[in-house]
């Protein structure tokens, strides 16, 4: 370590308290949308893709923004419906775990996308424990020994080392915090702290994951399911706040002086925007296929411009640096 716990509370309050202007063009054109009859037409085909512009990216991108109750009831409600109804409501772990006919892109969730969701349901009113009561205990059940998880299926079937994920792990993460203290979320958390919330994986099957931590370092905005050193970072602060638990401050140290370096006047800046890569979406012919080139929306393209300030962002900042003084103060960050 090269700060004390009295040096970094002392960094964290010299950063002063910004506020930054949203920009929210496109907004009306997406709640619009997310009334319609399209849209509509979409969640009852599929409540995941197509990726980046259906459904479910607006409704994530709003609740990212804080705007989940002016999602409208419509969209939710099928929302609902279109996830209850995916063929499984299991995560394969091997081919022939999968019965004949159903597509193993868009017949069943993964971790990521299901917690994701989860938070996005539960900002609009709803009871998920109630209408999808086969979300909760999924994370529990595909919980590695770390106290993480991973999208990819294979992982679970290494024996010689545990290959959890970053990505796989924050969203459903951030989803149990709202649902009380007890050992899955604990551990969950445990998982991110053991990798000081900025590095990957150490293991030969996710070892791609310690080139994707290069990129965590720069904040990005939405997020969607992905990762970066802030998301990681509110994420412990709001375990550790809301459970009473200690944070050493090996485990947070790295995170936030670079979040201080990068953000010393309070004002978080987009370093990346989410992964441009294909989706599944029906072609001219209407048959589902893997297509390149993404496409966006509006409220999207608003709010994602690499070196613009961040509203949400900066926002999540100050939250999260007074939470962890407040952390400081209560005797809960440890040497």
């Known amino acids: 370590?090269?700060?004390?716990?009295?040096?970094?509370?002392?960094?964290?309050?010299?950063?002063p308290d910004a506020e930054v202007p949203a920009q929210l063009d496109g907004l009306?054109?997406?709640?619009?949308?997310?009334?319609?009859?399209?849209?509509?037409?979409?969640?009852?085909?599929?409540?995941?893709?197509?990726?980046?512009?259906g459904p479910?990216?607006?409704?994530?991108?709003?609740?990212?923004?804080?705007?989940?109750?002016?999602?409208?009831?419509?969209?939710?409600r099928a929302m609902i419906a279109s996830i209850d109804a995916l063929p499984l409501h299991t995560f394969p772990l091997r081919p022939?775990?999968?019965?004949?006919?159903?597509?193993p892109s868009r017949h069943a969730s993964c971790h990521c996308a299901l917690g994701s969701i989860d938070?996005?349901?539960?900002?609009?009113?709803?009871?998920?424990?109630?209408e999808l009561p086969w979300i909760r205990p999924w994370y529990a059940r595909y919980q590695m020994r770390?106290?993480?998880?991973?999208?990819?299926?294979?992982?679970?079937?290494?024996?010689?080392?545990?290959?959890?994920?970053?990505?796989?792990?924050?969203p459903p993460l951030e989803a149990m915090?709202?649902?009380?203290?007890?050992?899955?979320?604990?551990?969950?958390?445990?998982?991110l702290i053991a990798r000081q919330l900025v590095r990957g994986s150490d293991t030969r099957h996710n070892a791609e994951e310690r080139d994707a931590a290069k990129t965590w370092l720069a904040p990005m905005f939405p997020r969607f399911y992905l990762y970066d050193v802030l998301r990681g970072?509110?994420?412990?602060?709001?375990?550790?706040?809301?459970?009473?638990?200690?944070?050493?401050l090996g485990a947070i140290e790295a995170a936030f002086t670079h979040l201080a370096t990068i953000a010393p006047d309070g004002v978080v800046r987009i370093g990346r925007t989410y992964a441009g890569v294909g989706s599944w979406r029906r072609d001219a012919a209407g048959e589902w296929r893997r297509m390149s080139s993404p496409p966006s929306f509006a409220l999207l393209d608003a709010v994602s411009q690499v070196g613009t300030a961040s509203a949400p962002l900066t926002a999540e900042w100050r939250a999260t640096r007074h939470a962890l003084v407040a952390l400081i103060d209560a005797g809960l960050v440890t040497a």
């Not at 370590?1 to 950063?15: F, G, N, P, Q, Y």
């Not at 709640?31 to 893709?49: G, H, T």
């Not at 915090?177 to 998982?191: F, I, S, W, Y």
């Open 1 to 15: 370590m090269t700060m004390t716990i009295a040096e970094l509370r002392a960094c964290l309050i010299a950063i």
């Open 28 to 53: 009306d054109a997406s709640i619009a949308y997310l009334a319609s009859d399209e849209a509509a037409a979409s969640l009852a085909e599929d409540p995941y893709w197509p990726k980046w512009d």
């Open 56 to 76: 479910w990216w607006h409704m994530v991108l709003l609740f990212e923004l804080g705007l989940a109750r002016d999602i409208p009831e419509r969209a939710v």
């Open 96 to 103: 022939e775990d999968w019965p004949p006919g159903l597509h």
């Open 119 to 130: 938070q996005v349901l539960a900002a609009c009113g709803v009871d998920v424990d109630a």
């Open 146 to 170: 770390d106290g993480g998880l991973n999208c990819d299926e294979k992982a679970y079937l290494v024996e010689d080392e545990c290959p959890s994920s970053m990505v796989g792990t924050v």
């Open 177 to 191: 915090l709202r649902r009380g203290p007890g050992d899955v979320v604990d551990r969950a958390a445990q998982c």
């Open 233 to 248: 970072a509110t994420a412990v602060v709001r375990w550790a706040t809301a459970f009473r638990r200690a944070l050493p």
